[in-house]
């Protein structure tokens, strides 16, 4: 079986300045709203009180939090279509 587009094996490069940002994006796997429809599962968005949960058990106290968020909203933004269009 092919492995699907942007399968795990696939590698980034992530900046130290990032790196908060991208291991809260990613723990939040299982925080996304979807709704079923007839045809498909639509991504709707990152559930908040989730993503803030895991920002509190992931982060450090020293880490700016309100960057991280603001970080994990732009990847929400970005995944959204995406996420969208693999269900269509």
Known sequence: ?????????????????????????????TQWKVAGTAFALL????DYAGVEALMRNLLSDTADRRRVFADVLVMEAEALPILNEASA
Do not use: I, N
């Not at 492995?3 to 300045?17: A, F, I, M, Q, R």
């Not at 991504?43 to 990152?46: A, I, M, S």
């Open 43 to 46: 991504h709707l968005g990152l």
């Open 1 to 29: 079986m092919p492995e699907p587009e942007g399968s795990s094996d696939e590698s980034v490069e992530v900046w130290d300045e990032h790196w908060d940002s991208f291991a809260v994006f990613r723990a939040c796997a």
